[in-house]
């Protein structure tokens, strides 16, 4: 399939990076569309660890044009070092290329979003406090200072100069911070500037010349489809739109183009941040499904919250996307347990039961689990290559999900290794 949209289905960290890292050896094109250093992905190949926060996850591939899209934020400190870290690693960077039209995330972003955070107490969201939704605010006031930016000495003086005198304000009156210093900052984002100007480029331009080309282009999500702006758990989301219409956007190409939605959903659940969650596990599932997958944040190292599949969440993680494939992770993480709850519908507060997932977000917060119990497997699965060697168990568990999500499943992790993975089906051949 040329174009495919490989988008998260739950709240994030569902192993997108993985996902992509294994299409991108037959991709000509990975592009980013949203999201920032709120990202995060880790990648194992062989004795070698990389942490991935900006460029897209086909880096490692060389020759993959990796684009991060105008959808995305970008804190130019964090891309200068995520550039320099790989360069000094040896990986090829030949083919990064960053849009001109997207945002750049500056330090009063950074400093908002942590005290904004602080300010709410109790009803605090959780942020990554990487300064994503201040960022993505100005954008939408119009007064963001965009990575094009970069290109022009002079015009980058007079943002930083115009942005200060109002953030200044703000981050002195109420945020009782002291001012940022005008000259420091634009001494340090004019050093940025230098590192970042050759990866400037106009990438709208060069993903349509890739999908007029026939090439096969992999348009990469970051976060996921329940912590998108508009149709997430809202206000505990994050600033953009994950779902797989925000690649439209955050790219610049039509509907039209996309061939596939590929939705990555771990075999269970997990979310940092605050929030409702109906199928979280009690504490001590919670810890043991924590410990053993590893469950803690690429970004912020924080614990994550666990939980058993929701399919009642899934299913409309597919409607949202117009999912086509899933791609299943983490199920040998599943392997500790003798029996395997799966919520299959909510009970709401007025007694009612849906399988659909509540659009009022006083009805999801009360939404209580329904669950039915499949078996477990109780085997290690994580040296399995092919669908046929998986125990009966374990295959049970992948038709159950098919058959109540309504979407095939193309892929199944068992394991952090790059070869450790099934594949079901060709998601890049696929009708
Ligand atoms: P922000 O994106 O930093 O503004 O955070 C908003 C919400 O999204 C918080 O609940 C974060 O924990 C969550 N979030 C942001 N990025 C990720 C991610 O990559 N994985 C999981 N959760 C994320």
């Excluded at 289905?9 to 050896?25: F, N, P, R, S, Y």
């Excluded at 026939?214 to 348009?219: E, R, T, Y």
């Excluded at 990469?220 to 600033?239: I, M, N, R």
């Excluded at 956007?249 to 039509?254: E, I």
Aim: net charge negative.
């Amino acid at each position: 399939m040329p174009c495919t949209v490989i988008v998260g289905a739950q709240w994030g960290d569902e192993g997108k990076g993985k996902i992509v890292d294994t299409l991108a050896e037959r991709a000509d094109v990975v592009a980013r569309y949203q999201g920032g250093n709120n990202a995060g992905h880790t990648l194992v190949l062989g004795e070698e660890t990389y942490k991935l926060r900006l460029v897209p996850s086909g880096v490692l591939w060389p020759g993959t044009l990796c684009v991060l899209g105008n959808g995305c934020v970008i804190d130019p400190e964090v891309l200068m070092e995520e550039l320099d870290g790989l360069e000094e690693r040896g990986v090829d960077l030949s083919g990064v290329r960053i849009s001109g039209n997207a945002h750049l995330i500056m330090p009063w972003h950074r400093i908002i979003d942590a005290d904004s955070e602080l300010m709410l107490g109790r009803l605090q969201i959780g942020t990554t406090r990487r300064g994503i939704g201040p960022a993505y605010a100005d954008k939408a006031s119009r007064v963001g200072i965009r990575v094009q930016d970069l290109l022009d000495e002079k015009i980058l003086r007079q943002k930083i100069q115009t942005a200060l005198s109002v953030k200044n304000v703000l981050l002195r009156k109420i945020y009782h911070q002291r001012p940022l210093d005008k000259d420091v900052l634009t001494e340090a984002t004019l050093r940025y500037a230098e590192r970042i100007r050759p990866f400037i480029a106009d990438t709208s331009l060069l993903v349509n010349q890739a999908l007029d080309a026939g090439q096969v282009v992999l348009c990469e999500g970051a976060q996921a489809t329940l912590l998108d702006l508009d149709h997430g758990t809202y206000p505990f989301v994050t600033s953009s739109n994950p779902i797989a219409a925000g690649a439209c956007v955050g790219l610049g190409f039509g509907p039209t183009r996309v061939d596939a939605v590929l939705g990555v959903a771990k075999a269970y659940v997990t979310r940092v941040g605050a929030g409702g969650f109906p199928s979280e596990a009690d504490e001590a599932d919670s810890t043991r499904i924590r410990e053993h997958g590893g469950e803690y944040g690429t970004v912020t190292g924080r614990e994550r919250r666990c939980g058993w599949l929701d399919v009642v969440a899934l299913r409309y993680a597919a409607r949202l996307n117009g999912l086509t494939q899933l791609a299943l992770t983490k199920l040998d993480v599943l392997s500790i347990f003798e029996s395997i709850p799966v919520c299959t519908a909510y009970r709401l507060p007025d007694g009612s039961v849906t399988e659909d997932f509540p659009w009022h977000q006083s009805d999801f917060h009360h939404a209580q689990p329904v669950y039915e119990r499949l078996e477990g497997w109780s085997t290690d699965i994580s040296a399995v290559r092919d669908a046929g060697q998986l125990p009966r168990a374990a295959r049970d568990y992948l038709a159950f999900i098919e058959e109540r999500v309504g979407v095939e499943v193309a892929i199944v992790g068992i394991g952090q290794r790059r070869d450790q993975i099934i594949t079901l089906r060709d998601v890049l051949e696929a009708a």
